[in-house]
């Protein structure tokens, strides 16, 4: 059974640190990788998505994804407390259009 | 871009009646559309996965007679909620995806309330 885990949290950070998300996957054929952002009572919005190995940064947010470990993290310079929220992981599977999406991680940014 | 959105927000409706959701993606042609349901402080759990002009594939242990989803376009995918009963209220979310990226992007979702 395809799994994606992340820890549920809440991971607290002071503001202006970095915050460290981390999703581990099961499937070896996972193709694409995406982290979402979900405000409480809100829908999830895309942050970004990485497809290769290595790093992808854009503006304070930065995934890394390591096929042969099944990783894939997303780093938050520069935290601010309207990054809390929590942080889902999403992974498509090669062959199918869906998501398995991770449980999410509950971030709180300190103040 | 890659704008999707959804009506009504909000629903409350009484107990035995249907509801329908719509879903539009305003500037792209989403070629899949997905309708998720969350819970208070669960993940999402996917319902069910549409292509325009097909029928839904429905997840394992959704009811496909009480969740009638239709794809009848590039841009509009409707959930209707049949006989509602008060353990159907919930977080309803759509997601829509097309071109040559497999990105979901999601609607604001509407919550339903069975009284």
């Known amino acids: 059974q395809k799994e994606v885990e992340q820890n549920s949290g809440p991971l607290s950070v002071p503001e202006g640190a970095i915050a460290s998300l981390n999703c581990t996957y099961s499937d070896r054929g996972s193709q694409s990788f995406f982290w979402y952002r979900q405000y409480s009572g809100k829908s999830p919005e895309l942050i970004m998505f990485i497809y290769s190995n290595g790093d992808k940064e854009d503006g304070r947010f930065t995934a890394q994804l390591n096929k042969a470990s099944q990783y894939v993290s997303l780093l938050i310079r520069d935290s601010q407390p309207s990054d809390s929220a929590t942080y889902l992981c999403?992974?498509?599977?090669?062959?199918?259009?869906?998501?398995?999406f991770g449980t999410g991680t509950r971030l709180k940014v300190l103040a | 871009g890659a704008v999707v959105s959804q009506h009504p927000s909000r629903v409350i409706c009484k107990s035995g009646t249907s509801v329908k959701i719509e879903c539009r993606s305003l500037d792209f042609q989403a070629t899949t559309m997905f309708w998720y349901r969350q819970f208070p402080k669960q993940s999402l759990m996917l319902m069910a996965t549409?292509?325009?002009?097909?029928?839904?594939?429905?997840e394992q242990g959704v009811e496909k007679d009480k969740f009638l989803i239709n794809h009848a376009s590039l841009t509009l995918s409707t959930l209707t909620v049949t006989s509602a009963h008060p353990e159907d209220s919930s977080f309803y979310i759509c997601?829509?995806?097309?071109?040559?990226?497999?990105?979901?992007?999601f609607g604001p979702g509407t919550r339903l309330t069975v009284l």
């Open positions: 997601s829509a995806s097309g071109g040559i990226t497999d990105t979901q992007y």
């Open positions: 549409s292509n325009e002009g097909s029928k839904a594939t429905y």
């Open positions: 999403a992974v498509n599977y090669s062959g199918t259009y869906k998501y398995i």
